[in-house]
């Protein structure tokens, strides 16, 4: 009976939403981190494209929308993942290019995505960060047919989904032949100093044009949701009460 009673109480409150108002959404720009820092480089920003995110998320664990954003910039990405790389610039453009699609207004609520990635170190953190997905909840899939910046991102509540991934005209052959040549096993410590090099010049040259000339996207209508990738630990709920009206 008790349980009943809690399953029903989120219907109660948005059964009695008559006269309820949500306060106006500010958003947070002005409060993003770009100063250089040993592992950010001011180049990057300062890009004129390099990749910025306003997201939005719920208030506390049976949290309301927030009323105001959050600004998530490469820096932060680079903060979670551990270091800068090539995959993770290139994957928060990607995942820029897509997010514009499927929000007009530039705000990514992240409480209402799910994505499919391969399982790329790089590619992985920022679809997780960016999107608040999670492979262990099942919101966050790997399919590792997808290349390192390859998405299927889903708005859940309208079922729109965009497939976004690089123009293959744009990844540098050099880059590739060295990461070859590195993962091979036959390599000397400069080559490793030489591929952050190239990779960080390839990073330069994206943050530095229009990213959606790097990417090829399509809206995909009726796309049916992979299995997920971990067994069922639990469906997530903290982000449940969204929805309550405001008092
Ligand atoms: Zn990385």
New binding site residues.
Partial sequence: MKYMFLSLLPVFLFASQTTAQEPTLKTASLGADITEEWYFPAWLGNAPYAPIFEVRDTENKYGRYAKQTKTITIKDLIKY????????VESAASLRVAFDLLFPDKIIDRTDLRIVSNN???GG?VAAYLTGSRARFGSHVIDNSLTESEFYVQQVSTGRTMHVKLNPAVYPKEVKTQMKKIESGVFEPKDIDLFQELQWAYAKRMVNSPLRDSFIIEEVKGYKWPEASCKDLGKRKDNDYKNTPWI
Wanted: charged share 10%; aromatic share 8%; proline share 0%.
């Fill in positions: 993942h551990g270091h800068f790389c090539g995959g993770l790329s170190a790089c953190d």
